[in-house]
Every structure is written in C-alpha cells, then in structure tokens.
C-alpha cells in the first residue's frame, strides 16, 4: 500500500511520540505535539504530521533498483527526494518514533510471506554513538513485532560511515565490512528481511547478504525506505 494511501486516522493522536529522548529534552516534535496534540510535518512543519496529507502526495516513487547481488527481492518505498528526504532525515537526526511505526508498518504489509528473521544493515558505530541510536535497527525491530518474526543474527559493521563517498568508493573500500556479531550460537538458518533507510549503490546491502550467506542464511528480502536516483556511471565524474 503505497504511503499516501495510510489512513491517517490510524496516526497516534492526543498523546506524545513516544521518541525516547530524555524526559528533560524537548525535540520539536514533542513540543509542538504537547500544543497541539499532533507531532508537526517533517517536511513542512503543518500540525498535521508527522507526514501531512499534501506532503504524502509529493512522495515520488522510487526509481528503479539496479540488482544486487546476494539479495533475492529487494523493494524501496519512495524516492529520497523531498518529502522522501525530510523523512530520513528526521528518522535519522531527530528520532521522529511516530513517523518510525508508520514507516515500519508499510515494510511490514510489503515483507514476503516466507520470512524467518529480521535483520538491519547497520549503521556504522561511530554514527550509533553520535546519534544515540541506529534507525535502521529501530524499524526492523518494529518490523518484526508487527511481523511476528525474530530478530536475525546481529551484523555489525565496521570501519567510517559511507555517507559522501562515491559508488567506486563505496565498492572497493576496505571499510564499512559487515559481519555477523553472534557466530557462536549455532546458526538455524532461513529467509532474512533485511531491513534499512536508504539504498544507494547497494554496497551496504550486498555486504549484509554475503555475511549473512556465510553464514547459513538465506534467502535475503532487502525492504528499504528511500532509493537514491538512478546509479552514476562509477567512471563519470563524482558529483557528491
Ligand atoms: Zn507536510
């Protein structure tokens, strides 16, 4: 079901986002929700968040996904282009729960049948320790209580963030290896929803499903919330 078909009434009303900041800290959201009894916009600061109905029309839909290897499907939900972008980056930046359980239950209607664990492609440690959090471990965990599935092997990563780095970067660097943290409990194997915020190149996905593939994982569903525009050619010029 695409987003802007959410009914909005399902939203949580008359009560805070459940965001977890600190009693003693005041994000926007939880101020203007308190006043309001609605979180604001993410993408245009309306009381009627935290994804307004006009902004849920602007979302574009994804552009097409080059394959990536290791993954058996892999689906992302809208463009990472306005409204899709101030949705990220709220998810990533500002912690924005209420927008998380939207986005976290659409993943779940589009999550295959056969699915035996959820699993997120994590984010680098520095940026969990920056952040407070890893947004992509939030949603799967969302995820796979609406799902009804267990948490998979935890991946962990290693080595800078890939924000700002080319796509031949990104594919031959030597960080940003992922690999499985819990190897010592026997692996049971089966389908993995492997779940993220944004695909890029596709580099960080690939990366989970090898690991997990090493081992005994398989098949790997990628469920993503924002595709970039389509693939730079990795000879042309690196525009960001
Ligand atoms: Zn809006």
Redesign the pocket.
Known sequence: MPIDELPIDELPSNELPRDDLPANELSAERLTSALFGRPA?V??D?RAGP??G??RTLLRPPPSLPPVAGLATCHALFDYAGPGRAAITALKYRNQRALLGELAAVLARLAPPAVDHVVWAPTSARRRRQRGFDQAELLARRVARLIDRPIGPRLTRRGGPQTGRSRSERLTAGDGNVGVGNRRRRSPGGAVLLIDDVVTTGATLQRCATALAEVGFGPVHGRVLAATAPIRRPSGPARR
Do not use: F, M, N, T
């Open positions: 916009c993408a245009c309306s994804l307004c006009s902004c």
